[in-house]
């Protein structure tokens, strides 16, 4: 079975530039979730999706990040305009449903200069 | 609301030494828990789940927790460290939230294992 993909592995750009992430999660799972994880700490959701329906992103900063789900199979991930805090590892995630186990991509190490 | 505290952001142990991580819950409702572990530049992969029945759980690489209500703790536990036992561990809780469900993690453990 293959796991959760994501693209880039790496990238760096500067401050007030974008740059978008991709997720294809593993198939059949419903669930498809994205969190920020900053070093030293542990993964803080961001944004939540249920088929292609948003079902939790409170902890979204809506002015700068943006995502989507298309078909209820990928996902891309948004910053525009990138700040210095935004410097972390996006690490995306999928699972059948609920209760059920979170699947980890390899994550996208982003850092901002 | 949910939340996970793990107890020690750094443990340190000898090879061959009993390896115990500490994890505490909050939870409204009977929760789900979850032990991942994450080697460097790769991603979280789950060691062990709590569902319901049995409190004691076993999981890959001869880690084990225990759910304890009482005591709002799912430890995790294994008996004898390898030196590839070495990452960042971290616990996780899920609950439903109204209509929604939620996987929060603690800010995890950094786990050393000496030669």
């Known amino acids: 079975e293959a796991g959760v993909a994501q693209s880039p592995r790496y990238k760096i750009i500067e401050k007030r530039q974008s740059v978008a992430f991709w997720c294809n999660p593993i198939s059949g799972h419903a669930t498809l979730y994205w969190y920020q994880q900053i070093l030293g700490q542990g993964p803080k959701l961001l944004i939540q999706f249920q088929n292609n329906g948003v079902v939790d992103d409170s902890q979204l900063p809506k002015d700068r990040f943006s995502a989507e789900r298309l078909k209820g199979v990928d996902s891309t991930l948004k910053i525009q305009p990138a700040k210095l805090e935004d410097s972390a590892v996006y690490l995306c995630?999928?699972?059948?449903?609920?209760?059920?186990?979170?699947?980890f991509g390899q994550g996208t190490r982003l850092t901002v200069v | 609301a949910q939340s996970v505290t793990q107890l020690g952001s750094h443990v340190s142990v000898s090879e061959g030494a009993l390896v115990l991580l500490r994890c505490n819950y909050s939870s409204s409702v009977p929760p789900y828990l979850f032990w991942y572990v994450q080697y460097p530049n790769q991603g979280l992969q789950l060691l062990l789940k709590?569902?319901?029945?049995?409190?004691l759980v076993k999981g890959i690489n001869g880690f084990e927790a225990e759910f304890k209500k009482s005591e709002t703790s799912f430890h995790l536990t294994k008996p004898s460290a390898h030196m590839s036992d070495a990452a960042e561990y971290f616990c996780a809780v899920s609950s439903s939230g109204g209509s929604n469900y939620k996987l929060t993690f603690g800010k995890g453990t950094l786990l050393t294992v000496n030669p």
């Open positions: 709590y569902t319901t029945g049995a409190t």
């Open positions: 995630a999928s699972s059948l449903g609920r209760y059920t186990e979170a699947f």
